[in-house]
């Protein structure tokens, strides 16, 4: 069986066909030029093999709700050329075959449980820090969608004392998206994130407020792995950091499994980068079924 | 059918009988002594009638974990007669019937999911401010449970500009339990919360910190409908400002059907204190099926 996979993000489209072990047999990358320029070089690659069905773990806001009218929607991307984009149609009706859609986040979610460092497990967050700080859920086996899908990113944390940094997101200011993201480090020393890295202080208060969102979402969820992804996790001194501080801030209140050994429970991707366009494989089995 | 119920807490141990209905025919009050005293009292109640199996929505924390050595248990509690307590095996042992076993505010929140205001939903988070701060989950139809059962009254929230009251938790200090149960607000004033109806500027405060916990819940878990209950939810000034201020920190960010009938959306509980009890029957049908 041969899947269509399609990790769609705003700079460029991951194009791919898979099988059901998650193996990618052919890849090809387009720029994320035009819907009308890029969805139909997207559907010409697609044409050439027999696939089942095809998977999507998009670039967002999308319309996730079943039934609604913009369902398979790009909607209220900065984006401007892909607001208020249906995606999902346009492969459904070329193509003929079933469409699984997700997010992004959720598509390497689905990835990692299914074929990576999460296999097997029920509860698991993934969280993706860069230019954005995206979150997706499993829950008891299934991916969290409820009225939207989780948008934790823009979770509410306790400052740092003595840390008066007005954060950089435009709609909350000092969320953790607007706190911890990319764009935020830069603005806050004034040099990029990746010249930073020989900067300890940096990385240090960056793991200090990763934490206290992971903290927060061990509480509500009981995540049995946390996996953190994204270019700025890329900084991999900032996982032991993170470890430690998730660690003292918990204090002691919390005595779990998966707490007792920290470095599988809070981790990296697993599938070098390639755990978004295999979660999107598993998308399109998923729509096959 | 006849079902066993029992709401477990601290103080009181409610036991009833209800039928598939949600009706609840007797009850029974007993104080919360020892489990040697107290437990037997609660088996001849429920010794008294046929029932097929008993529900048990207890005050914790609670050991949930099938197939632990100590499933069934309440276990760090700081109430020390019932630490290390076997709950579940002395009512499966004298009334030969299955045991159905979950928290207390996931009790609450299984009433009010089967027969209150939820009724129907799958995406519902139940939140009880007293003594202390609990809270339920509901994802896709499913309590969660993962590692641990949410402990999501130890959230950690940002602190209000100028408010330096260090919070009452002796784990976190000023994490939302540690700021908003009754006795924090008791320490932060000098006067118990019930005596402090008429100062706006005391639920204010209160709405504020709760909110932001909200604000987190809704960005996490997407519900579809907030309960809120518990003693100090009964300064019902409180939903008025709560849905305020939680409308206000979202920031228009997320538009979503939920949040525009906020009346509707963060709400106090339906059945008359009885969702508890109720919760317990159906924790029982579960158990039986």
Request: contains cysteine.
């Given at each position: 069986m041969l899947y269509g996979a399609l990790e769609a993000g705003g700079t460029k489209m991951v194009c791919a066909i898979g099988d059901e072990h998650g193996h990618i047999a052919e890849r090809a990358v387009f720029p994320t030029r035009t819907p009308s320029v890029t969805i139909p070089q997207m559907i010409d690659f697609y044409k050439s093999y027999e696939i089942e069905a095809i998977g999507i773990a998009c670039f967002g806001p999308i319309d996730l709700i079943p039934?609604?009218?913009?369902?398979g929607y790009i909607t209220s991307t900065p984006k401007l050329e892909w607001?208020?984009?249906?995606?999902?149609g346009p492969f459904a009706d070329a193509l003929g075959v079933p469409v699984g859609f997700d997010t992004d986040v959720n598509g390497s979610l689905l990835g990692e449980v299914t074929w990576g460092c999460?296999?097997?497990?029920q509860d698991v967050v993934y969280i993706t820090i860069g230019t954005g700080v995206g979150g997706g859920v499993m829950s008891g086996g299934r991916l969290v969608h409820g009225?939207?899908?989780?948008?934790?990113?823009?979770m509410l944390i306790p400052r740092k004392?003595?840390?008066?940094?007005?954060?950089?997101?435009?709609?909350?200011?000092?969320?953790l998206e607007g706190l911890v993201s990319g764009p935020s480090i830069e603005r806050r020393y004034g040099i990029k994130a990746a010249e930073?890295?020989?900067?300890?202080e940096v990385w240090e208060l960056e793991a200090y407020y990763i934490s206290e969102a992971l903290v927060n979402l061990i509480l509500t969820l009981s995540p049995q792995k946390i996996i953190l992804g994204g270019?700025?996790?890329?900084?991999?001194?900032l996982f032991a950091l993170i470890r430690t501080d998730v660690t003292r801030m918990l204090g002691d209140y919390i005595q779990a499994g998966p707490l007792n050994d920290m470095e599988s429970f809070i981790v990296p991707p697993?599938?070098?980068?390639d755990q978004g366009i295999m979660g999107a494989v598993k998308l399109a089995m998923e729509a096959h079924i």
């Open positions: 039934g609604s009218a913009t369902y607001r208020n984009t249906d995606i999902v999460a296999r097997g497990l009225m939207l899908h989780p948008e934790l990113g823009h004392a003595g840390d008066d940094h007005p954060g950089i997101c435009p709609y909350h200011g000092d969320c930073l890295a020989e900067r300890p270019g700025v996790m890329h900084q991999e001194q697993s599938l070098n980068d």
